[in-house]
């Protein structure tokens, strides 16, 4: 059994993707295979959080003993690691495949990866602390990696537009992620809380100077109808501006004499 202290002391090589795990002697409990488990963790982390997974109570919510579970995992951190890897198989690599070029694999791609993160709201502070080699995970690094080729750029500035994109993607679904949960926290619509919040930054008299420069914004993003349609509108914006930057970095280097590129 691998002990979470032992994976602390070498963590860049702490993985349950590549630990050789011996297999257990005899049959495991009947009725219960990691495909069952990881689904069931899946379950609790989204109604509940990270906070509130424990050994214990995923072999409650499965009706077995604890014990049972080490027959197929040996530490929490290897089940989070196997439900991190399920949600990145939500990511539609086929619908991706069939886009017409490489702005539109980019779209799909960012989308799909910006309703993993806010479907699944600890899969953010989860992914910073694993490695993220499972198989979903690769094939989805895969398939952004094959989709920034397409564009031209050179193989040096190809993880730079990787970042700039997706990072951009992880840090929108993340604030978009948590922001649900704290509303939902409080018992309110999303609609609800932003409104509330604006209005309580807008109504506190410490803050009437600050919020004068900021009247004609406020304005405008309370006048829609849902916070759903200003995630979307300027996710989608910000994405085309992202792209079309690519664009005109390809169109650069295309342009610039060898030797001369910045």
Do not use: C
């Amino acid at each position: 059994m691998v002990k979470a202290a032992d994976r602390a002391k070498n963590p860049a090589r702490s993985s349950v993707w590549l630990e050789k795990r011996a297999a257990r002697s005899g049959g495991g409990p009947a009725g219960l295979d990691r495909d069952r488990i990881v689904a069931a963790s899946i379950r609790m982390l989204d109604e509940e959080g990270l906070s509130k997974l424990s050994m214990r109570k995923l072999a409650t919510e499965l009706g077995v003993t604890a014990m049972s579970l080490y027959w197929y995992v040996d530490t929490k951190d290897d089940i989070l690691e196997y439900a991190m890897d399920s949600v990145y198989g939500e990511i539609d690599l086929a619908a991706v495949d069939a886009a017409a070029d490489w702005r539109d694999r980019i779209r799909l791609l960012a989308l799909d990866y910006r309703r993993m993160l806010v479907r699944h709201a600890w899969m953010s502070p989860s992914a910073g602390q694993y490695l993220n080699i499972g198989p979903n995970a690769i094939a989805v690094g895969q398939k952004i990696h094959d989709t920034v080729a397409e564009t031209g750029l050179s193989l040096d500035r190809r993880p730079s537009a990787m970042s700039a994109v997706f990072q951009f993607v992880y840090g929108y679904g993340t604030i978009e992620s948590q922001f649900g949960r704290r509303a939902a926290e409080a018992g309110m619509s999303q609609d609800e809380f932003y409104v509330d919040s604006v209005n309580a930054f807008r109504d506190d008299p410490d803050l009437t100077e600050q919020v004068e420069g900021l009247k004609e914004i406020l304005d405008e993003r309370t006048s829609h109808d849902s916070l759903s349609v200003i995630w979307d509108r300027d996710f989608g914006y910000a994405l085309d501006v992202l792209i079309a930057g690519i664009e005109v970095m390809v169109a650069r280097e295309a342009e610039a004499p060898d030797g001369t590129r910045k």
